[in-house]
């Protein structure tokens, strides 16, 4: 088993962001964030997000990684951070933890083998941050 990723979201969201710049344009990733390039620019130069935006690019981190090929410890990070919106920041890891329990629990009643990021995001202490 791999060793939990310890990079926060936001910086794996920045290289994402990095990387798809590369292959388009600084505008053509803004317009799929919805977010002007200049606050983009912003945040691939370093600047942490308002929340509002840090939502939007979460979001598309999410929808970017799934494109790219599957799913990765990352990008269910993502998806697992857009799921306890609105949860607060105190509860967020034990949110987390239930989600990700129920997930081995049904792999376990069907009979099939979990991904590999289950194992990984389950160990991960900062997931609820």
């Known amino acids: 088993m791999a060793a939990p990723d310890r990079r926060s979201l936001v ?4 290289e994402a962001v990095k990387l798809a710049i590369e292959a388009t344009s600084l505008r053509a990733v803004a317009r799929a964030v919805d977010m ?3 606050g983009l620019k912003h945040f691939v130069e370093g600047t942490q997000p308002y929340s509002a935006t840090r939502r939007k690019l979460i979001a598309w981190y999410a929808v970017y990684q799934a494109e790219a090929g599957g799913f990765s410890a990352d990008s269910v990070r993502a998806g697992l951070v857009l799921m306890m919106d609105g949860i607060p920041e105190s509860g967020r890891a034990r949110a987390a933890a239930v989600l990700l ?3 081995r629990k049904l792999h376990a009643e069907l009979g099939t083998r979990p991904p590999a990021w289950l ?3 389950r160990a991960d202490p900062g997931l609820g941050e």
């Open 36 to 38: 002007s390039p200049m």
């Open 119 to 121: 194992a990984d995001l």
């Open 101 to 103: 329990d129920d997930v």
């Open 11 to 14: 910086e794996a969201i920045r």
